[in-house]
């Protein structure tokens, strides 16, 4: 139906920071930052920020000139106003995801992992993300990539603090392997990206942000989401403060930030050392430095991406894959037909799969009553409440 067949859409600034921002469901994905066409809106990546404001003094905090104006971008590209879930499945598949469909809609699940040694060896558990942006990038599929790289580039470790930036080639895709478990709006990249010249984007990130796209697109926010071409989730449950470093790491178990080289979580907060030192930290020491836009959110398993992935199961080097759209099946199908990467069937680690629609439960479960309820559809009663 065409919209202007519906009632129209007439949402600004001031009902995002109202019913998101204000709310708490924001989770800092910096879709409405990158959708203004005004840029009156702000960010900050610093610990206890993450989150959208408004630039303009004239209103306030709450209120836009450019929305009272008529001006509806930011609502329009944000993955958490109003039924964003339903209209976000619809745009990719054509339907709402069914109430047995926690971890949302797709077509196929895989263990893969990659052939290079390298890219193996620098990606998180199996690499596959690494490995799909170096073939997209070889073949043409994609000119550049939405990443997040370490802070001061090859000295980055000493700071592990994650920021937005764009791999056009093979080694700045490799600059970005690995994850940190802090945030990074790679969204914000997006700026940077243009002043390249580049058109054919995938961006890599965080449930939270491979939403925007089929939000925009869904939506009609303009041409600012037409670049993102491919969609690459992370399953995720959380993502912490960079305080988390200082205040529990270094404080309490006296890892200093500047040896580490390696985290993963697995059950605890593995953390290696450049020594070779391994430790372990309970995970529920590292909650209260959960970031403040990760609490409502109900997405653990990157449902609106092309291709979803996540380290989870009993197998560390392979990457749990999430095929959701016929572009996804197609760019996995040739990497594999091509032996870039290996795989073998999601069914053979069943139990990871369980996991995954669990922790995709436990999520749902997070978002509030209150807000749209669409997320929430089909939670099991044991999480209703």
């Given at each position: 139906m065409a919209e202007d067949a519906k009632a129209r859409w007439t949402?600004?600034?001031?009902?995002?920071?109202?019913?998101?921002?204000?709310?708490?469901?924001?989770?800092?994905?910096?879709g409405c930052v990158i959708a203004c066409p005004h840029d009156v809106i702000g960010y900050n990546h610093a610990p206890g920020e993450y989150i959208p404001f408004h630039l303009e003094e004239e209103l306030g905090l709450d209120d836009c000139v450019h929305g009272q104006k008529g001006c509806t971008s930011c609502t329009r590209a944000c993955p958490r106003f109003r039924d964003w879930e339903t209209e976000a499945d619809r745009h990719l598949f054509g339907r709402s995801r069914q109430d047995d469909e926690m971890s949302g809609v797709y077509k196929d699940v895989l263990l893969t992992r990659a052939v290079d040694d390298a890219v193996h060896e620098l990606g998180q558990d199996g690499g596959l993300v690494?490995?799909?942006?170096?073939?997209?990038?070889?073949?043409?599929?994609?000119?550049?990539?939405?990443?997040?790289?370490?802070?001061?580039?090859?000295?980055?470790?000493?700071?592990?603090?994650?920021?937005?930036?764009?791999?056009?080639?093979?080694?700045?895709?490799?600059?970005?392997?690995?994850?940190?478990?802090?945030y990074s709006a790679n969204t914000l990249a997006l700026a940077e990206a243009r002043e390249q010249g580049l058109e054919s984007l995938a961006l890599v990130g965080m449930s939270c942000q491979t939403s925007i796209g089929p939000?925009?697109?869904?939506?009609?926010?303009?041409?600012?989401?037409?670049?993102?071409?491919?969609?690459?989730?992370?399953?995720?449950?959380?993502?912490?403060?960079?305080?988390?470093?200082?205040?529990?790491?270094?404080?309490?178990?006296?890892?200093?930030?500047?040896?580490?080289?390696?985290?993963?979580?697995?059950?605890?907060?593995?953390?290696?050392?450049?020594?070779?030192?391994?430790?372990?930290?309970?995970?529920?020491?590292?909650?209260?430095?959960?970031?403040?836009?990760?609490?409502?959110?109900?997405?653990?398993?990157?449902?609106?991406?092309?291709?979803?992935?996540?380290?989870?199961?009993?197998?560390?080097?392979?990457?749990?894959?999430?095929?959701?759209?016929?572009?996804?099946?197609?760019?996995?199908?040739?990497?594999?037909?091509?032996?870039?990467?290996?795989?073998?069937?999601?069914?053979?680690?069943?139990?990871?799969?369980?996991?995954?629609?669990?922790?995709?439960a436990k999520s749902r479960a997070r978002w509030p009553t209150w807000a749209d309820p669409t997320a929430r559809a089909g939670l099991p009663a044991s999480l209703v409440g």
């Open positions: 949402f600004q600034w001031k009902e995002l920071y109202d019913e998101v921002i204000d709310s708490g469901l924001c989770t800092g994905c910096a690494s490995a799909i942006l170096i073939w997209c990038l070889d073949n043409g599929v994609i000119d550049g990539a939405l990443v997040s790289h370490l802070e001061g580039g090859d000295a980055g470790r000493a700071a592990w603090k994650a920021v937005p930036a764009v791999a056009t080639d093979r080694e700045s895709v490799l600059a970005g392997a690995g994850s940190r478990y802090t939000v925009m697109w869904h939506r009609k926010v303009g041409k600012v989401g037409r670049p993102i071409k491919l969609n690459i989730g992370l399953l995720c449950s959380k993502s912490f403060d960079d305080a988390i470093f200082e205040e529990l790491f270094w404080a309490k178990y006296r890892l200093p930030k500047e040896e580490m080289v390696k985290m993963n979580i697995k059950g605890v907060f593995q953390i290696w050392m450049r020594n070779g030192d391994y430790h372990e930290v309970n995970l529920k020491e590292c909650h209260a430095w959960t970031r403040e836009g990760c609490n409502f959110c109900p997405d653990f398993a990157a449902e609106h991406a092309d291709i979803s992935t996540g380290g989870i199961g009993k197998y560390s080097d392979w990457t749990l894959t999430v095929v959701r759209t016929e572009l996804g099946r197609q760019i996995i199908m040739q990497m594999l037909e091509e032996g870039v990467i290996e795989g073998r069937p999601g069914d053979s680690d069943p139990d990871a799969i369980a996991l995954m629609h669990k922790l995709s």
